[in-house]
């Protein structure tokens, strides 16, 4: 897609095909390359070929040239792509090596997401980098990514193999993108009837429908669809606090059965922990809570004084939990 704006130091601008000198300086640089997928540039001709070739339109693609504001040259290029398969904007760039150690890459990108954001929603943004490479780490961090898993990857011509780091940031959603940042939101600033208790990954909130008494919900902190998407620390504390959360309904509730299902599929795709005390006989048919078609009529809506019953008897007992224990 073609941008153009300015940051502090910095002009963005669309790469042009006669830009292909300007690029050759990195494009043909073998110590930039290093961790690069794409094979060394030997000739200015071929960086010219590349630039005319490539579809500077693509809507899912920002891959822009960058200008120094100081004397206008071209010192780098690089940006986001769209990857529909994980949700999330893959950062890549490359910068002249005498350029190297300034902070520009951290600062256009900063920028370019402020710029996409204003376009669509961005729910992620990635990257992978060799594990080598800790110039790309401190990028990484400098744009609030965090470490998820170990990867790897491989150069174009297959010459190379990096074993590789994958990085990612999760982004809060505006309320009529994600129905949970919405419900987070409103919770933060104190207005939803429906919250319990804050633990250190999610929100603890009543259902808003009690067709089964005592329907709980943990919202992950995380605008995430996959428990593959957090930082594994985060993942261990949510499954922790998921594992708290339930065993708060048993004992408040003291259901049959507590089931555990982790959803994320609906608005915004931000998954989220329904925990259900189950009760002999609470369903037409032995079976998930999902054959109930009404669950959601108005019907079931708690009253003021059920709900704050329900609330304090949940808050009661998660008070008494002590989450170093559970899990261990
Ligand atoms: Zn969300």
Redesign the pocket.
């Known amino acids: 897609m073609k941008v153009n704006f300015e940051t502090e130091r910095l002009i963005i601008r669309p790469l042009v095909p006669d830009d292909a000198e300007a690029a050759f300086r990195w494009c043909g640089d073998p110590n930039v390359n290093t961790y690069m997928i794409y094979p060394l540039y030997h000739r200015v001709e071929d960086v010219r070929t590349w630039l005319e070739g490539r579809d500077a339109d693509d809507p899912d693609n920002y891959d822009e040239g960058i200008c120094l504001k100081s004397t206008g040259e071209l010192i780098g290029s690089g940006g986001m792509r769209y990857h529909p398969e994980r949700n999330a904007w893959e950062i890549g760039y490359n910068i002249r090596a005498d350029q190297w150690g300034h902070g520009y890459t951290g600062e256009y990108l900063t920028a370019l997401l402020d710029v996409i954001r204003k376009e669509r929603p961005v729910e992620a943004i990635d990257g992978i980098f060799a594990a080598e490479n800790s110039k790309s780490r401190r990028v990484m961090e400098k744009l609030g990514m965090v470490y998820v898993r170990d990867t790897s990857f491989d150069k174009l011509d297959g010459s190379q193999t990096f074993p590789a780091k994958y990085y990612r940031r999760n982004l809060?959603?505006p309320a009529e993108h994600?129905g949970?940042?919405e419900r987070i939101e409103m919770t933060r600033n104190g207005l939803n009837p429906y919250f319990v208790k804050e633990l250190e990954t999610g929100y603890v909130v009543i259902g808003d429908h009690q067709r089964f008494e005592g329907y709980t919900l943990l919202l992950c902190k995380e605008?995430a669809t996959e428990l593959s998407q957090l930082a594994p620390g985060f993942r261990t504390a949510f499954l922790r606090d998921m594992a708290m959360t339930a065993e708060a309904v048993e004992r408040a509730f003291h259901p049959n059965k507590v089931n555990y299902e982790l959803l994320g599929a609906g608005k915004?795709r931000?998954m989220h922990w329904h925990i259900f005390p189950r009760r002999k006989g609470d369903t037409p048919k032995p079976g998930p809570v999902w054959q109930v078609q009404d669950m959601n009529d108005d019907r079931y809506l708690p009253s003021a004084e059920k709900l704050a019953e329900l609330k304090s008897a949940l808050r009661k007992e998660l008070d008494l939990i002590n989450p170093s224990i559970i899990l261990r």
């Open positions: 809060p959603q994600c949970v940042c605008h915004g931000h």
